[in-house]
């Protein structure tokens, strides 16, 4: 029953999951003594992204909202630098770096749009 959900429907979700199946696919390159270490960090992180869009799209209230697309930012975040610090350790190619980073930058801008949007409503409720 896929696409039943809210967050289905948004396009920053399918950014966000996008970004964590090309995260699983590099770091599967790394040496095998970064599994519980930078393997693990990078791909919590980028699953936090996609996983807090969902859940602030199930939340009714817009501050709930801004509140979880903040978070998705700050966890997208984390993965871009912690894919710069596995580049400058040779773990990450230049190729699967700068591939990353289009799509990482892209779902950063839309979602600074997402939570400004969601501030000027809820300024706009608050003024109502």
Known sequence: MRGAFVYHKLQVWHLAKDIVIDVYGVTKKFPAEEKFGLVSQIT???VSVASNIAEG?????RKDQAHFTQLAYGSLME????LEIASDLG?????????TYIKVNSLAEKLSALRSSQ???IARNEIE
């Not at 799209?57 to 209230?61: C, E, K, M, Q």
């Not at 773990?91 to 591939?99: A, G, I, P, W």
């Open 44 to 46: 919590r992180a980028a």
């Open 79 to 82: 993965v871009a630098c912690q």
């Open 57 to 61: 799209a199930g939340r009714t209230s």
């Open 91 to 99: 773990f990450v190619t230049d190729s699967d770096l700068n591939e």
């Open 119 to 121: 501030l000027k409503m």
